[in-house]
């Protein structure tokens, strides 16, 4: 049986373990976001096999569920990596925890009893092409937003709602918005956006203004930025979600996998621990 020791390490240390990371920037996307853009909101753990590290977790503080990255070469690393949070923060060993995984983490939790459930998600890759783009009301227009649409943001996300929103979204990329006069009707942003990668995300519309092509229109705007640079663009929809599907596809989009949106616990493994 391995033997490992987990341990909370600094932004610092994550950092010189973004060269292994960008091996695979497509699969590895959230936590290069967590290192390279996210880290003044994120804490690390680590777990180690000798010198050798096992896996990376990231704990990002700034949404109101506790969302995690992870990098795991070695998935049986797990169990330790979880427990190691609940020994440091033993006020949060009854909370959920959410991350968006492969297969092998996913089952990892589910075989160490850690997995509360989990929402299957396409992860879709945009393949750059010409977008033959829906013509949109003449009094509707299409603008990049700012701090000072705040208001308007907030407004439109009372709606409907984004639950990975939060403010500082408008510092990390951009963000489009379509008006009708003063009021926001549809959105889209990103989630994160670093050189190597970026997801896309936020994206919603009003339902009075839904079907007029809205939301492909500030998509596009968005993808229109991102595509300046040379990353990775994709985004993440729900399998059940064929409206979305069908819409992203027909933008250039791809499907290349599934991942899976895990609720977790700390708890089981805690509990494991000998006393």
């Known amino acids: 049986m391995k033997g490992y020791i987990s341990k909370e390490v600094s932004p610092r240390f994550a950092r010189t373990v973004l060269p292994e990371i960008l091996r695979?920037?497509?699969?590895?996307?959230m936590m290069i976001a967590d290192i390279m853009q996210l880290h003044q909101s994120c804490?690390?753990?680590?777990?180690?096999?000798?010198?050798?590290?096992?896996?990376?977790?990231s704990y990002y503080n700034d949404l109101p569920f506790r969302a995690t990255g992870l990098y795991c070469p070695d998935p049986g690393c797990l169990p330790d990596l979880l427990a190691n949070r609940s020994l440091t923060?033993?006020?949060?060993?009854?909370d959920s925890f959410y991350a968006l995984l492969e297969g092998k983490l996913k089952d990892a939790l589910e075989k160490n009893d850690l997995l509360f459930g989990y929402s299957e998600e396409y992860r879709m890759r945009y393949i750059p092409g010409k977008i033959e783009l829906r013509?949109?009301?003449?009094?509707?227009?299409?603008?990049?937003?700012?701090?000072?649409?705040?208001?308007?943001?907030?407004k439109l996300y009372s709606i409907v709602p984004a639950v990975a929103w939060t403010p500082k979204s408008l510092v990390y990329g951009p963000y489009y918005g379509a008006f009708d006069g003063s009021k926001l009707v549809s959105i889209a942003g990103?989630?994160?956006?670093?050189?190597?990668?970026?997801?896309?995300g936020n994206i919603v519309t009003m339902p009075m203004?839904?079907?007029?092509?809205?939301?492909?229109?500030?998509?596009?705007?968005?993808?229109?930025?991102?595509?300046r640079g040379s990353r990775i663009i994709f985004l993440c929809v729900l399998t059940g979600n064929i409206t979305a599907i069908h819409l992203y596809l027909?933008?250039?989009?791809?499907?290349?996998?599934?991942?899976?949106?895990?609720?977790?616990s700390l708890a089981s493994s805690y509990a494991s621990l000998p006393a």
């Open 135 to 154: 013509s949109i009301p003449t009094n509707i227009k299409i603008a990049r937003l700012s701090e000072e649409d705040l208001g308007e943001i907030s």
């Open 209 to 227: 203004y839904q079907n007029r092509g809205l939301g492909r229109a500030v998509t596009q705007a968005v993808i229109n930025e991102l595509m």
């Open 190 to 200: 990103v989630h994160f956006n670093t050189k190597y990668v970026a997801e896309v």
């Open 89 to 94: 923060h033993p006020e949060q060993i009854n």
């Open 43 to 57: 804490d690390y753990d680590a777990a180690f096999e000798g010198d050798r590290l096992a896996g990376l977790i």
């Open 250 to 264: 027909q933008m250039g989009f791809e499907i290349t996998d599934t991942v899976y949106l895990c609720k977790f």
């Open 24 to 29: 695979d920037p497509y699969r590895n996307a």
